[in-house]
C-alpha cells in the first residue's frame, strides 16, 4: 500500500456551489423556488421520509422533467428544503434596536417556522447550514448582537447557544407530541412488544426464579421484571450503546417511563444491579447506564456454502459491498445497491454479499464485480481489502473482527452512530445516504485502500477486539458475578 499522507478531508459538492439554472429558459420552464415550493409541501403533509425525487418529479406534474438541470445529488432536496425554510424567516424585519427583543422575537419566530415544518429541527443536524438563506439568517443574527457591542467570536457563540437551545427544545416537544399520540391512539412498538412477553416471561421467572434476566437493549420488559423482581438485568449490547448518546438516553427513558405506566407498581432497574455486556473495543465505546461486562465480538451469521474462490489468496484487492438485510420496505432499495457498479475498476475486485431477493434490483454487474447469496459473511470478509456496508452492528464489528477498513453508508440514527464511531477510531469513513452517490462513494474507498493509516488502525482495533473475554470466559464469571443479589421467594406474574 502506498504510504500515508496528509489529506483534507474531503467535503461533499453543495447544490450552492453551482450556478442556479434560469428556470425560464428551461423547457418546459422550472424555477428553483418552484421546486423549493413543492418539497415544502410534500414533506409537511407527507413527511420527510416521502421526499425523493421521484416523489418531487411526480409532484411537479409535466415540469418534472426539468428536475434534472436543478437536483444532482440526493443531498440537494434536503438542502433546499432547509434553505426553503430560513427564507420564511425575517428578522430584519421590525428591529427595536434592543438586542435582547430583538434576538428573543428571533427565536420566536424560528420557533414559529419550526411549529410549521416540524422535520425542520432534525434535518438542520445532518445537513450544513450554508445555504443563502440560512447564511442571511445567520448574518442578520449576527449583526444584532454585534450592535450590543460583542465581538464576533462572543456573538457566534452566543447565536449558537440561542439557536442551539430553539432547535434542541423544538425536537424534544416534537418527540414529546409523538409519545402523546402513542399514549392517546396508537400504542407504540416498545408497548406493543412490552405487552406481548410481559405476561408470559414473568411467569417464567416466577416458576424458574433465575438469579439475573440477560435482555437485549429494548426489552423492556425483561428490565421492569428484573426491577420488580430485586434480581440484576443484563442489557446486552449489539454494537455502540445508543443509550449512551443524549438522544438515545432521553429517548430510553421516555419509553421505559410508557412502560413503567403499565405495570402496577412498576419500578426502574437500579444503576447498581444494571450490566452492560460489551462487545465493543473501548474506542467504539461510550457507555449509557450500567457497568460494563466486556466481552469478545463473535460473528453471527446464518450458516451457508461458501464457494471455493472464496478461500483462495484474491490475485488482486477485494472489496466486499453489502447492505444487510435492511432493504424491505425502502423505496429504490439502499443507495449502496446503486453504486456497486462504479466501484468496479481494474486491479479491483467487488464481492456484493445479498440476498436472494435483492438480486432482481441489482441487476446485471459489470465484470470484475460479483454477487454471493446465502455465504456467511464473516466468510466473505476473510479475504478482502475493505468492506463497504450500511453501518449494521454485526457486520461492522465483523470487520473489525477481520482488521478491515470500512466505509459506512448509513441511512439510520443507529448506523450513523456505528459509522461515526468506526471514523473516530481512524478504522474507516462515514457518509450520510443523502450523499452517497457513485462518485463521492469511489472516491472514499480509493482513499480507504491506498492509504495505510486505515489499515494500520483498523489492525490495531482487531487486536483490542480480540484481547476481551470470550464468552465462555464471561459466562462462566457470572455466577461469582450474580451470586451477590439474593433470589427473592415472592411471586410476580401479576403487577411485575
Known amino acids: 500500500m ?13 447544490i450552492w456551489a453551482e450556478p442556479e439554472p434560469d428556470g425560464a429558459l428551461l423547457h418546459p420552464p422550472l424555477t428553483r423556488p418552484e421546486v423549493v415550493a413543492a418539497l415544502l409541501r410534500i414533506a409537511d403533509s407527507e413527511g420527510l421520509t416521502a421526499v425523493s425525487l421521484e416523489r418531487l418529479t411526480a409532484e411537479l406534474g409535466t415540469a418534472g422533467v426539468s428536475l434534472r438541470h436543478h437536483i444532482r445529488r440526493p443531498g440537494d432536496l434536503e438542502d433546499l428544503l432547509i434553505d426553503g425554510v430560513f427564507a420564511e424567516l425575517a428578522l430584519s424585519e421590525g428591529r427595536t434596536g434592543e438586542w435582547r427583543a430583538d434576538m428573543r422575537a428571533g427565536a420566536y419566530q424560528l420557533r414559529e417556522a419550526i411549529g ?14 450554508f445555504g443563502p438563506q440560512a447564511l442571511g439568517w445567520l448574518e442578520r443574527t449576527m449583526a444584532v448582537l454585534e450592535g450590543a457591542g460583542l465581538d464576533v467570536i462572543v456573538a457566534s457563540a452566543y447565536a449558537g447557544i440561542i439557536t442551539g437551545h430553539v432547535m434542541g427544545t423544538a425536537m424534544c416537544e416534537a418527540e414529546e407530541a409523538e409519545m402523546e ?49 430485586g434480581i440484576p ?23 421505559r417511563e410508557l412502560v413503567a405506566a403499565e ?5 426502574q432497574p437500579s444503576a447498581a444491579q444494571e450490566l452492560v455486556i460489551d462487545p465493543c473495543p473501548a474506542p467504539m465505546q461510550r457507555l449509557g447506564p450500567g457497568a460494563e461486562v466486556p466481552i469478545r465480538f463473535v460473528p453471527v451469521d446464518r450458516p451457508g456454502t461458501v464457494p471455493s474462490w472464496l478461500l483462495d489468496p484474491p490475485e488482486r484487492e477485494r472489496i466486499c459491498v453489502t447492505w444487510g438485510t435492511f432493504t424491505d420496505g425502502v423505496p429504490g432499495g439502499h443507495p449502496l445497491m446503486h453504486v456497486v457498479r462504479g466501484l468496479a475498476r481494474p486491479g479491483t ?37 475493505a468492506v463497504v456496508h450500511h453501518g449494521g452492528a454485526n457486520t461492522a464489528l465483523g470487520a473489525v473482527a477481520r482488521g478491515l477498513p470500512q466505509l459506512v453508508v448509513s441511512d439510520t440514527f443507529e448506523r450513523a452512530l456505528n459509522g461515526g464511531r468506526l471514523a473516530e477510531a481512524g478504522v474507516g469513513l462515514h457518509l450520510d445516504s443523502q450523499d452517497a452517490d457513485a462518485d463521492t462513494v469511489g472516491t472514499a474507498v480509493r482513499r480507504l485502500v491506498t492509504d495505510d493509516q486505515y489499515a494500520r488502525a483498523a489492525a490495531a482495533l482487531r487486536l483490542q477486539a480480540l484481547s476481551r473475554p470470550s464468552p465462555a470466559q464471561v459466562a462462566g ?9 439474593p433470589v427473592p421467594s415472592e411471586p410476580i406474574a401479576e403487577g411485575a
Request: glycine share 8%; net charge neutral.
Open 2 to 14: 502506498a504510504a500515508a499522507t496528509e489529506q483534507t478531508p474531503e467535503v461533499p459538492p453543495l
Open 116 to 129: 410549521r415544518h416540524p422535520w425542520f429541527a432534525r434535518l438542520t443536524f445532518r445537513r450544513p447550514l
Open 181 to 229: 399520540q402513542v399514549r392517546a391512539g396508537e400504542r407504540s412498538t416498545h408497548e406493543r412488544h412490552f405487552e406481548a412477553m410481559h405476561e408470559g416471561l414473568a411467569a417464567l421467572v416466577d416458576r424458574w426464579r433465575p438469579h439475573a434476566i440477560v435482555h437485549e437493549p429494548v426489552a423492556f420488559a425483561a428490565e421492569a421484571i428484573a426491577a420488580a423482581r
Open 233 to 255: 438485568c443484563l442489557r446486552h449490547l449489539w454494537g455502540p450503546d445508543v443509550f449512551g448518546t443524549p438522544q438515545g438516553a432521553w429517548l430510553r427513558e421516555r419509553a
Open 263 to 267: 405495570v402496577h407498581g412498576g419500578v
Open 477 to 485: 464469571g457470572f455466577e461469582e458475578l450474580i451470586a451477590r443479589y
Open 349 to 385: 475486485e467487488v464481492v456484493v454479499a445479498v440476498r436472494a431477493e435483492d438480486l432482481p434490483q441489482l441487476g446485471e454487474l459489470p465484470p470484475g464485480a460479483k454477487a454471493v447469496t446465502g455465504v456467511p459473511l464473516h466468510a466473505v470478509l476473510s479475504s478482502c481489502t
